[in-house]
């Protein structure tokens, strides 16, 4: 599928907010240059090939190269940023590819053969320069001292949460093509039985991708899977019955990812209602989604959402409030209401009450919510509810003071099924939203 290219226009006016993250990141940390690296190939051990390569964010956040090693943009405030871009003498492996017009024409583009060649760039005369990016060994460094200061950092990861139009452009680029790859692995889901293989070989497929060209490791789970948050396998026995699907599975344009999650059911009956019930709440949470919310507040509003819910499928018994405070709804929903996306898939910044680097206070009850802040306009992040049955969240409720709340014959009998999870991206606005992955369904259906 083509990663459709931003007009250039946008891209020079994203690198002029970069630049201006910058220049304030270098201004808290007493720099007047920043040498921002690519990052290198992580070697596997006693072998002579790689792991799959992870550029740096913050090089990323310069220029659309995700998949170019020892290069560096080099940064001095007020001057045109110089690019060190790494094209070694190599007949084992492909060259990167030539700069591309579009973004070239906005760097000092410099070809070199090695990552320390790049040292003979530095400016001669910077005043305490710092290094942004992954070191693996020390002369990737170029010998600058300082290593990621905290308070270049918390400008630059602040700086990030907020997207430029180039960005969402890329974020709404990567929402398409992860929603046609969900309908086809939907519709194949659909059409027979298949295996958990299957099924993530058709979503790759449907985007002309590997496994390597998406932002995270695709959740593939099929039947009781469903309820194993993180599911990493993908089994290729095709199951006796095919009753449920969870596939939580993304795609990147230039390193802008997005991060969508649908369940499917066969079959009719009380988890194919769930299924419809849940996307009617998860539909309430973005509503609510908007420049000023405290993300805490929705992540408590899921779980009145989820206790009524409970209640009205006859699963639980008694009030909202009595459900919450009794630690119900965190056994059937055990994570958080979402995160920050962009560049990474569990972005930075979700923990940071303002530039200088403030922690922001995480609720005693869910101290692992990965956003915990007020949200801003041209922010996007994920909301993601979920009922899962995990047997080993259950068990200790059965013996518990309040086994009574609970039905555990429709309990037991939706164990088979694993779990539900619908996760939306969405753009905060100032007085509303952006729902990104929606908008991507209707735009390729």
């Known amino acids: 599928m083509t990663d459709a290219t931003p007009h250039s ?14 220049d304030s990141a270098m201004d808290a940390a007493g720099a007047d240059t920043a040498v921002v690296f690519s990052g290198a190939l992580r070697m596997a051990f006693l072998d002579d090939h790689g792991y799959p390569f992870a550029v740096n964010p913050h090089f990323a956040y310069w220029l659309p190269l995700v998949d170019v090693t020892d290069s560096y943009v080099i940064y001095r405030v007020g001057e045109k940023p110089i690019l060190t871009y790494c094209q070694p003498d190599d007949y084992w492996h492909a060259l990167p590819a030539a700069p591309d017009p579009y973004w070239a024409e906005h760097f000092d583009v410099r070809v070199v053969r090695t990552a320390d060649a790049a040292k003979a760039h530095l400016p001669s005369n910077s005043k305490a320069p710092i290094f942004i990016g992954e070191p693996l060994e020390p002369a990737h460094t170029l010998g600058i001292e300082r290593i990621n200061p905290s308070a270049a950092l918390h400008r630059l990861d602040t700086a990030r949460t907020r997207k430029s139009e180039y960005e969402l452009e890329r974020m709404r680029t990567a929402s398409r093509m992860g929603a046609t790859a969900h309908n086809a692995a939907a519709a194949r889901f659909a059409a027979a039985p298949a295996s958990e293989y299957e099924l993530h070989a058709r979503y790759l497929e449907a985007i002309e991708c590997v496994d390597s060209d998406l932002p995270y490791h695709s959740i593939v789970a099929l039947n009781e899977n469903g309820a194993i948050l993180h599911y990493q396998r993908r089994d290729r026995t095709v199951p006796e019955v095919g009753r449920s699907f969870l596939i939580d599975a993304g795609a990147a344009s230039a390193g802008y990812a997005s991060d969508i999650t649908r369940t499917y059911c066969n079959e009719s009956g009380l988890f194919n209602d769930l299924i419809t019930s849940m996307d009617t709440l998860q539909q309430e949470l973005c509503a609510n989604v908007r420049a000023d919310v405290d993300y805490r507040e929705l992540h408590l509003l899921m779980h009145r959402l989820l ?27 055990p994570h958080g209401l979402g995160h920050y996306l962009g560049l990474q898939v569990h972005d930075v910044g979700g923990h940071l009450a303002d530039a200088d680097g403030t922690p922001t206070e995480r609720p005693s009850d869910d101290p692992n919510l990965r956003l915990t802040r ?7 992040l994920t909301i993601e509810p979920g009922l899962y049955f995990i047997d080993m969240l259950l068990a200790p409720l059965r013996s518990s003071a309040h086994k009574d709340l609970l039905d555990w014959q429709a309990i037991d009998a939706l164990k088979p099924f694993g779990g539900i999870r619908i996760e939306d991206n969405v753009r905060v606005l100032d007085g509303g939203q952006e729902n990104l992955t929606r908008d991507a369904f209707k735009a390729v259906a």
């Open 9 to 22: 226009s946008l891209y020079a006016a994203h690198q002029a907010r970069v630049m201006a993250a910058f």
């Open 307 to 333: 206790a009524t819910l409970l209640v009205e499928h006859r699963i639980a018994t008694g009030s909202a409030e009595a459900l919450i405070d009794a630690g119900i709804t965190r056994v059937f929903l």
């Open 374 to 380: 007020s949200l801003s306009a041209d922010e996007v």
